[in-house]
């Protein structure tokens, strides 16, 4: 099929939006681009956006090209401050807003994308609307809340994921004093309760109160802006001038639905293995789908920057006209916390649980070099196999030492459907300075086959 003349629409102009649009531009020059992004910025990093509020970067290195870098280096065309008010399918139009002007948009397509993203989850409590009160979702809430955190002297947190805990680190390192709430048992509930530990008692050790257990109930204000946080327990209040909600997100969905694009049970946009939604020509791609992982077998949103790259790739292609299918996640995910490398990839133990899979489990502690070498740096793995046929369910890790490594030999043996036997057995580098003769994964992998041999 020829594309010459085909235009393709992008609607969001992110990690998925541009993805797509710069592999359909190098697949098909001949292809009309166009991506159209409401805020007045695209194609920045929001995975940096902790380290810029902190002071570690500043806004334009955030942001990896322009608008103009993109007509000049791959003929897109990017929009900002253009927001997609609806999308018309069977005149094949989408119609806009310039955010700027008010003035009215509307562009032809035969090709859509949609790659909106996620909005935050708000709590249904008493306060989130008032002054100070933040979400952070993008680089739009980054220049809203930076400004705000300069006279702040105490800062709240609600919520203790990946972005409340980074934000915790910055908050801290800029001098304030923070406080954050986690309504569950642990901090990143993500990970087993062992691991989880190990994260909180470095969050306390640098200075961060840490509240588990602990549901806001309300947040307070003198009229004028936030003043306090309560909870339900005899905790109190907690006195603060800022707060950050970090109670979830969930997909950006409203926009696809009233044009009748499907979405499923975890709330994301359905699409099938080459990312296209129920209505032909419509593709979806990020944070706004629910797409297929490896370890669940079915579609589930996946709210991370490293998903929306991927998915965005295989959507670009799609759009360009071939027939690339995703290949699904796994789960892979990294942060850091003051002096801690924290991640995980495959399932917890309560999602093993939750999936009905019978498993085993073994945590070890190691070095991540030899023992003797400078540097060396503790870290703990924690590894979950099927308790059948020995496959590798997934390892979480946690340690003031080289833990991606580890962590990424883990989702290439996940992705590749690997058993206890084969991790226990990779080849692996060694030397001195960067590992051990058995490296802390072969350790972890030995470990729990042997509770597979002497259960109980
Ligand atoms: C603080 C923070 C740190 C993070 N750190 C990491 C990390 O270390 N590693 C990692 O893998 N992930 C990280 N993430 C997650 C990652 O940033 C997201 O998963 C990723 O940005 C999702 O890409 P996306 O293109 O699907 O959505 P987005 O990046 O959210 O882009 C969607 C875009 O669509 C636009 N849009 C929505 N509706 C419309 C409309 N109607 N018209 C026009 N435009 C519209 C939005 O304005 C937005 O710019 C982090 C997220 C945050 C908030």
Same mark, same amino acid.
């Given at each position: 099929?020829?594309?010459?003349?085909?235009?393709?629409?992008v609607v969001g102009g992110n990690a998925a939006g541009l993805?797509?649009?710069?592999?359909?531009?190098?697949?098909?020059?001949?292809?009309?681009?166009?991506?159209?992004?409401?805020?007045?910025? #695209?194609?920045?990093?929001?995975?940096?956006?902790?380290?810029?509020?902190?002071?570690?970067?500043?806004?334009?290195?955030?942001?990896?090209?322009?608008?103009?870098?993109?007509?000049? %280096?791959?003929?897109?065309?990017?929009?900002?401050?253009?927001?997609?008010?609806?999308?018309?399918?069977?005149?094949?139009?989408?119609?806009?807003?310039?955010?700027?002007?008010?003035?009215?948009?509307?562009?032809?397509?035969?090709?859509?994308?949609?790659?909106?993203?996620?909005?935050?989850?708000? !709590?249904?409590?008493?306060?989130?609307?008032?002054?100070?009160?933040?979400?952070?979702?993008?680089?739009?809430?980054?220049?809203?809340?930076?400004?705000?955190?300069?006279?702040?002297?105490?800062?709240?947190?609600?919520?203790?994921?990946?972005?409340?805990?980074?934000?915790?680190?910055?908050?801290?390192?800029?001098?304030?004093?923070?406080?954050?709430?986690?309504?569950?048992?642990?901090?990143?509930?993500?990970?087993?309760?062992?691991?989880?530990?190990?994260?909180?008692?470095?969050?306390?050790?640098?200075?961060?109160?840490?509240?588990? =257990?602990?549901?806001?109930? #309300?947040?307070?204000?003198?009229?004028?802006?936030?003043?306090?946080? =309560?909870?339900?327990?005899?905790?109190?209040?907690?006195?603060?001038?800022?707060?950050?909600?970090?109670?979830?997100?969930?997909?950006?969905?409203?926009?696809?639905?009233?044009?009748?694009?499907?979405?499923?049970?975890?709330?994301?946009?359905?699409?099938?293995?080459?990312?296209?939604?129920?209505?032909?020509?419509?593709?979806?791609?990020?944070?706004?789908? %629910?797409?297929?992982?490896?370890? =669940?077998?079915? *579609?589930? !949103?996946?709210?991370?920057?490293?998903?929306? #790259?991927?998915?965005?790739?295989?959507?670009?292609?799609?759009?360009?006209?071939?027939?690339?299918?995703?290949?699904?996640?796994?789960?892979?995910?990294?942060?850091? *916390?003051?002096?801690?490398?924290?991640?995980?990839?495959?399932?917890?133990?309560?999602?093993?649980?939750?999936e009905r899979i019978p498993f085993t489990s073994a945590r070890?502690?190691?070095?991540?070099?030899?023992?003797?070498?400078?540097?060396?740096?503790?870290?703990?793995?924690?590894?979950?196999?099927?308790?059948?046929? =020995?496959?590798?369910?997934?390892?979480?890790?946690?340690?003031?030492?080289?833990?991606?490594?580890?962590?990424?030999?883990?989702?290439?043996?996940?992705?590749?459907?690997?058993?206890?036997?084969?991790?226990?057995?990779?080849?692996?580098?060694?030397?001195?300075?960067?590992?051990?003769?058995?490296?802390?994964?072969?350790?972890?992998?030995?470990?729990?086959l042997r509770n597979l041999s002497s259960p109980g």
């Amino acid at each position: 099929v020829s594309s010459r003349g085909e235009k393709i629409v992008v609607v969001g102009g992110n990690a998925a939006g541009l993805t797509a649009a710069s592999r359909a531009r190098r697949l098909d020059p001949r292809l009309e681009i166009t991506v159209l992004e409401r805020a007045p910025h #695209a194609a920045y990093s929001t995975c940096g956006i902790p380290y810029f509020l902190a002071g570690d970067v500043d806004q334009e290195s955030l942001v990896r090209m322009t608008p103009a870098d993109f007509q000049r %280096e791959r003929q897109i065309e990017v929009l900002t401050s253009v927001r997609v008010d609806e999308v018309a399918p069977s005149r094949r139009r989408i119609l806009a807003t310039r955010t700027d002007t008010g003035e009215a948009f509307e562009a032809r397509f035969d090709r859509l994308l949609l790659a909106t993203g996620v909005v935050p989850n708000v !709590p249904e409590i008493p306060g989130t609307d008032l002054p100070g009160v933040h979400t952070l979702v993008g680089l739009t809430d980054a220049l809203r809340l930076a400004p705000e955190l300069e006279g702040a002297a105490q800062a709240g947190i609600v919520g203790a994921g990946y972005v409340g805990l980074e934000m915790a680190e910055a908050l801290i390192r800029l001098g304030k004093k923070v406080t954050l709430f986690e309504g569950r048992d642990r901090v990143l509930p993500g990970l087993d309760a062992d691991m989880a530990r190990i994260v909180e008692y470095e969050l306390r050790r640098n200075g961060v109160r840490v509240h588990t =257990h602990q549901k806001v109930t #309300a947040l307070a204000g003198d009229g004028d802006r936030v003043r306090s946080i =309560h909870t339900g327990r005899s905790l109190g209040s907690t006195p603060v001038d800022v707060v950050l909600l970090d109670t979830g997100v969930r997909p950006n969905v409203e926009l696809a639905r009233s044009a009748g694009v499907r979405t499923g049970e975890g709330g994301g946009i359905v699409v099938d293995p080459w990312m296209e939604t129920n209505l032909p020509g419509i593709f979806a791609a990020g944070n706004c789908t %629910e797409a297929f992982s490896r370890l =669940h077998a079915r *579609a589930v !949103p996946g709210y991370l920057g490293t998903v929306a #790259a991927k998915q965005g790739r295989v959507a670009g292609e799609n759009l360009a006209g071939r027939r690339t299918q995703y290949a699904g996640s796994v789960g892979t995910i990294i942060l850091k *916390a003051f002096d801690l490398a924290i991640g995980k990839t495959g399932l917890s133990s309560d999602e093993a649980q939750s999936e009905r899979i019978p498993f085993t489990s073994a945590r070890i502690e190691a070095l991540d070099r030899a023992a003797y070498f400078p540097g060396a740096g503790k870290i703990w793995l924690k590894v979950l196999a099927a308790t059948d046929n =020995h496959r590798l369910l997934g390892l979480q890790g946690v340690g003031y030492g080289d833990v991606a490594r580890r962590l990424d030999v883990a989702a290439t043996a996940l992705t590749s459907g690997m058993t206890l036997e084969e991790l226990a057995n990779l080849d692996l580098t060694y030397t001195p300075p960067f590992g051990s003769l058995w490296d802390p994964l072969h350790r972890a992998a030995q470990a729990a086959l042997r509770n597979l041999s002497s259960p109980g």
